[in-house]
């Protein structure tokens, strides 16, 4: 079974000040991982994705995630906040491909960034 | 990626009736899976939609309660039935492409409350 854990659930930051979200992963195999984001009565919007090659992953509006093999880790992040990054983000995995393309949410994470 | 539009946005219903979401993309799709998030919750997956196929359902899911169809490769619908109150949650619509990026693209939701 795959699993995803989002261990906190809500990050507050001030703005110009790094972000990090984080995310731990269970699956059998190499994961592939997303992140997602879902701003205020919106779907969710794709970010990134970790699917093989570079641990350090570069993604839209400036986030950047790294996979983490040993750690089974995969925190998003991001150098400078902005307001705008105010948004609900979600960690996915799911297993390398297969028949079943089943993706596993995380529970979610709250980021607030202050101006 | 794809574009992915969903009608209704939004409807409030009556305990008892029955709601039928549309999804429709705008290029052609193998894959095509229906998400339930309720208030407060991470993403579960109701259903897997194959064109020419029967909607392969997660557990907990029935297709009495949650029909499907995906009559061509760019639409379709899910139908909540005999709605209760615990029915009330945002419903996405995403897609996987035949290009194998692997990346699950989520329409912008229906809000569905149940009186």
């Known amino acids: 079974a795959q699993s995803v854990a989002q261990p906190e659930d809500q990050v507050n930051v001030a703005e110009g000040n790094p972000l990090t979200v984080k995310c731990t992963y269970s699956?059998?195999?190499?994961?592939?991982l997303f992140w997602y984001v879902q701003y205020p009565n919106r779907g969710l919007q794709f970010l990134l994705k970790?699917?093989?090659?570079?641990?350090l992953v570069k993604g839209s509006y400036g986030f950047e995630a790294e996979f983490n093999k040993s750690q089974t880790s995969f925190h998003l992040k991001k150098p400078s906040a902005l307001v705008s990054d105010s948004a609900l983000y979600f960690c996915?995995?799911?297993?390398?491909?297969?028949?079943?393309?089943?993706?596993?949410f995380g529970a979610g994470t709250t980021v607030t960034v202050r101006a | 990626s794809a574009v992915i539009s969903q009608k209704p946005s939004r409807d409030i219903c009556q305990r008892g009736t029955s709601l039928t979401i549309q999804c429709q993309v705008d290029?052609?799709?193998?894959?095509m899976f229906w998400y339930r998030q309720q208030p407060g919750q991470s993403l579960t997956l109701i259903a897997t939609?194959?064109?020419?196929?029967?909607?392969?359902?997660e557990s907990g899911f029935v297709i009495d309660k949650f029909p499907i169809s995906r009559p061509n490769l760019t639409f379709s619908t899910l139908t909540v039935s005999n709605m209760s109150p615990e029915d009330s949650s945002i419903y996405l619509c995403?897609?996987?492409?035949?290009?194998?990026?692997?990346?699950?693209?989520f329409g912008p939701g229906t809000r569905l409350t149940v009186l």
């Open positions: 970790y699917i093989t090659g570079d641990n």
């Open positions: 995403s897609v996987e492409g035949q290009s194998s990026t692997d990346t699950q693209y």
């Open positions: 290029s052609q799709v193998t894959m």
């Open positions: 699956v059998s195999g190499n994961p592939y």
């Open positions: 996915a995995v799911r297993a390398p491909r297969t028949n079943d393309y089943k993706l596993s």
């Open positions: 939609a194959n064109q020419g196929s029967e909607a392969t359902y």
